[in-house]
């Protein structure tokens, strides 16, 4: 199949932590069973930009991806120029995968694909968490009823990553389909300091019981 994944933040943009690394590992999943896979992303890099060609084909570890100059509205993401290449590249593609909820990215997608007659799948990706929905909770409230509840309504299908993530999909009424499929991690390339680091860095844990937290330093993340 031809996939086209559209994103609100790609490699490098690691400064936003684990969904530009996801979406990068998603990328060369789909690449690695035999699909074509195109990325429709912003140059979005925190308070910065990325250093990378603007609105032309290019590619990050091997994934083709087109980034697209983030103007005016930094928080959300508005990316003019992501509709003009979309329609031109949308027709040679079987769906859209697409990761950009609150945000202009989800606005510009749903528009085009459907207007286009292409089915697209939306990620929540934790977006409609109670404490995620509550943070900025009046604006968000707003927008969902103007706008982002339309952008969900025009998908062809939802992909939460977790069963939580499903059920709170469903108390919003949706009924598309909704495949559940957890963040995947590239074991491969940390297997092999598993023998090494508790030695040489962290001797002093050695023979003890260690609890393994990965996230990101956060409320929403209940490390208390």
Known sequence: MRFLLISTVFPPAYIYGGPPRVTLSLAQALQKNGHEVLV???????ETELDVP???????EDVPVIYFQRRLLKSYFYAPDLISVLRKVGPRFDIGLVKGAWTYVNLAVSS????MGKPFCLYPEGTLDPWAVNYHGARKRLYWS???????????????ASVNEEQQLRSYGFKQPIAIVPNAAVISENSALGDVLPEVYFSAIRGKRILLFMARLHPQKGLE
């Open 40 to 46: 429709l992303t912003t140059n979005a890099n925190g």
């Open 54 to 60: 603007s609105g032309v084909e290019t590619a990050f």
């Open 112 to 115: 085009t694909l459907v207007s």
């Open 146 to 160: 103007l706008v982002e509840k339309h952008n969900y309504l025009k998908a062809a299908g939802f992909v939460a």
